[in-house]
């Protein structure tokens, strides 16, 4: 069987990916339509070698559509995936929008599938940084139970879309060359600096990103006593989050238990070679759709303690390709 699809937000950074990963992984595809808004009235964009051309969003948009995938922020969420799900798709919205909505599962494919048991044509894609952290913590999970979490990210420019991914070429450029750079997609100066995650700051003191953290962990593990500390931090790396992560068991598994969990679960590859000094780096994790993790060391500061240090392409396993794996999943069930 073969599907109609419809990419909101087909020219953005999630988009342009779900592009590929499509197309890569040969998801059944009977036609494809592309959306994004005005801006990109006249544009094509690749598919297996033809070009098909971007049309404007509108509410008469997914006629036909039977999965549509949204990655074109919030408020376009909000106000077009009822109209999609009223036409008859089944939407992946990568937004936060209705991530929360006890009615609507929040999905990693590889931990809580069976959630998508109970959709009624909404399923949510986790925040990206979530997505990385709970992948990273899988396999400990399967050993025992997580009771708090601490951790802190190194959040890609890709993260924050297209525009936030030009701006760090452009300023570095701009540094390199001893020229002014005024920041138009961030807030701060971005190359050769990094700052506060640049999402809204509530009046606990954690911002969006953190919170987001900390409530979709919950979702997911439908575990609401889980405990999490999160610090988002935004660095100048051009794709792929980076996570150090401190997780507290309920016991102590022995470290090469520890090690056989990684090395036998899918979508994260061990990269942990302390003789070389070897660990995850985003350079290696772009474009990979396995999460990496290395580090993994006993904490020192608490008996059930395991810290480790993640890397994951957020706009593949954090985006794109986690989409497209709830799509896989619903298709084939
Ligand atoms: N980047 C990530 O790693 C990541 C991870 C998880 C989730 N997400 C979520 O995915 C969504 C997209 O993120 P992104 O990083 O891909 O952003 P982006 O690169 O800025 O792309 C935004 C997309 O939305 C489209 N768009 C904006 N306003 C629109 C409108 N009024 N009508 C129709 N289309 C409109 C844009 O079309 P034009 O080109 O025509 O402006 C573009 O295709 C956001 O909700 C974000 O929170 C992002």
New binding site residues.
């Given amino acids: 069987m073969q599907y109609r699809v419809a990419i ?8 342009q990916e779900l592009l590929r990963v499509l197309e890569q992984r040969r998801f059944p595809i009977r036609s494809l339509r592309l ?6 009235v006249g544009k094509t964009l690749m598919f297996h070698g033809e070009p098909l051309p971007v049309e ?2 509108r509410p008469d948009s997914f006629a036909g559509i039977e999965i549509a995938f949204f ?4 408020a ?2 909000k106000e077009f995936v009822p109209v999609a799900v009223q036409a008859g798709a089944i939407v992946i919205d ?3 929008a209705f991530r929360m909505d006890p009615e609507v599962p929040l999905v990693i494919p590889e931990i809580n599938p069976d959630a998508l048991r109970c959709h009624r044509g909404i399923i949510a ?1 986790p ?2 940084s979530t997505i990385i952290m709970l992948m990273a913590l899988e396999p400990l999970r399967r050993l025992a139970r997580i009771r708090r979490i601490v951790v802190s990210t190194y959040q890609a420019a ?6 936030a991914m030009q701006e760090l070429l452009d300023a570095t450029h701009a540094y390199l060359h001893g020229e002014p750079f005024e920041p138009k997609v961030l807030p701060h100066p971005y190359a050769f600096n990094l700052f506060s995650h640049n999402s809204p700051i509530g009046d606990d003191g954690y911002n969006e990103e953190e919170r987001k953290m900390i409530l979709e962990t919950r979702k997911i593990w439908g575990d609401s006593e889980v405990a999490v500390s999160p610090t988002c931090v935004r660095v100048p790396v051009l794709r792929a989050h980076c996570e150090s992560i401190l997780a507290e068991l309920e016991i102590r598994p022995p470290l090469e238990a520890i090690y056989e969990a990684y090395r036998a679960f899918a979508g994260v590859r061990l990269v942990d070679d302390r003789v070389r000094n070897y660990f995850p780096m985003p350079i290696e994790a772009t474009g990979q759709d396995e999460v990496l993790v290395g580090r993994i060391r006993y904490d020192s500061g608490s008996p059930n303690g395991v810290a480790l240090f993640a890397c994951g392409d ?2 593949r396993k ?2 794109a390709l986690n989409a497209v794996q709830i799509a896989e999943q619903l298709i084939h069930a």
């Fill in positions: 909101v937000g087909a020219t953005g950074a999630v988009g959306l994004a808004s005005e801006r990109s404007v969003l990655s074109a922020g919030g376009r969420s990568n937004s936060s894609n925040n990206c890709s993260g924050a879309g297209a525009q957020q706009l954090g985006a």
